[in-house]
């Protein structure tokens, strides 16, 4: 059936619930309001308050609390409101839940999802518009993962809950209910770690990941049409990091554009750059180009548009890289 993001989230909670005991929901407001943006909708009538769980405005308690159910055996689904809000927790992510198998030497395994809208382009307030995932793909033992189309995001949300170890699950605000597309009624995976290539093409590589795919088509499609063949990769999993696709994809085109939402210095951009310069230098034709935003808090609504990563900034970019 047609679901936007937020529905196909949904069915994906609902699906691995209803075939797992062990999944459970948890979250500021998950219950009863059935979350911020209605992601868990409908849960708590279905599942009741054993499995879906308002807990108190406490983000670090969150984090705490999914991890120790993890580690007795459950499956916990830990919303954080926001991206931004997660800061309070991240001396519990790092120094407990990222790291508990390695500290037990495979004693415990933490087996949870640390589901978190994130991203600008909504005109939100302070703290709601954050994109900095670069710190959790730097923080070993934590996966995370970025869903760009519902299907995505469904097929994405189920592999992240059966992963035998915790997941950062990030949902970008944006796209939430940006478009609607065929998503299966039922349970099915789509495998962390591995690349999408969204459309095949010869003269450049066009690299993104979650809200910033619709502006990369968009981008794309406009330099097709000034003859430019352009091959769409979307990265879905941040860490690990299928950088093997992007560079099988530079070594064919000779060109590269990376796209993220996140400000410029150390972002993920920076690192796939450096590993296609390492594996795939002999190969390109033009400097790897990245469209980024710029290293500033992200602006009160008056000024995002002016930070906002735009289909004519990554045009742009496709066309310098080509006509270098």
Not at 103 to 111: A, E, F, H, K
Not at 276 to 288: C, D, G, Q, R, V
């Amino acid at each position: 059936m047609m679901m936007n993001m937020v529905q196909a989230i949904n069915s994906a909670l609902a699906n691995e619930m209803e075939a797992d005991d062990s999944v459970m929901v948890l979250g500021e407001d998950v219950g009863t309001v059935g979350g911020v943006f209605r992601v868990t909708d409908g849960l708590l009538g279905r599942f009741g308050a054993d499995r879906v769980i308002d807990t108190p405005l406490a983000e670090s308690l969150i984090a705490g609390m999914a991890t120790g159910m993890a580690m007795a055996g459950l499956r916990p689904v830990a919303e954080m409101q926001f991206m931004g809000f997660s800061y309070l927790a991240m001396s519990m992510i790092i120094s407990h839940t990222a790291r508990m198998r390695n500290r037990s030497r495979g004693t415990y395994t933490v087996p949870m999802v640390l589901r978190m809208p994130y991203g600008a382009g909504v005109k939100a307030l302070e703290h709601h518009s954050e994109s900095t995932e670069a710190m959790y793909v730097q923080v070993p033992g934590l996966k995370v993962v970025v869903p760009s189309t519902p299907r995505e995001a469904k097929g994405l949300l189920i592999s992240s809950i059966r992963d035998p170890d915790p997941v950062v699950f990030l949902e970008p605000t944006r796209s939430y209910r940006l478009f609607k597309e065929e998503v299966e009624d039922g349970p099915f995976t789509i495998p962390l770690g591995e690349a999408r290539t969204v459309q095949e093409g010869d003269d450049v590589t066009v690299v993104g990941w979650g809200a910033m795919m619709p502006l990369v088509q968009e981008a794309v499609e406009a330099a097709e049409g000034d003859g430019t063949s352009c091959e769409i990769i979307d990265l879905r999993t941040l860490s690990p990091m299928d950088s093997d696709a992007v560079v099988r994809s530079v070594q064919r085109t000779g060109r590269v554009v990376i796209v993220q939402e996140a400000p410029m210095t150390c972002g993920v951009a920076a690192e796939l750059m450096a590993r296609i310069n390492k594996k795939a230098f002999l190969s390109l034709e033009a400097p790897p180009e990245r469209v980024t935003a710029p290293d500033i808090t992200v602006p009160l609504p008056k000024g995002e548009k002016y930070y906002y990563i735009s289909p004519d900034r990554i045009y742009d970019a496709i066309v310098r890289t080509v006509s270098f």
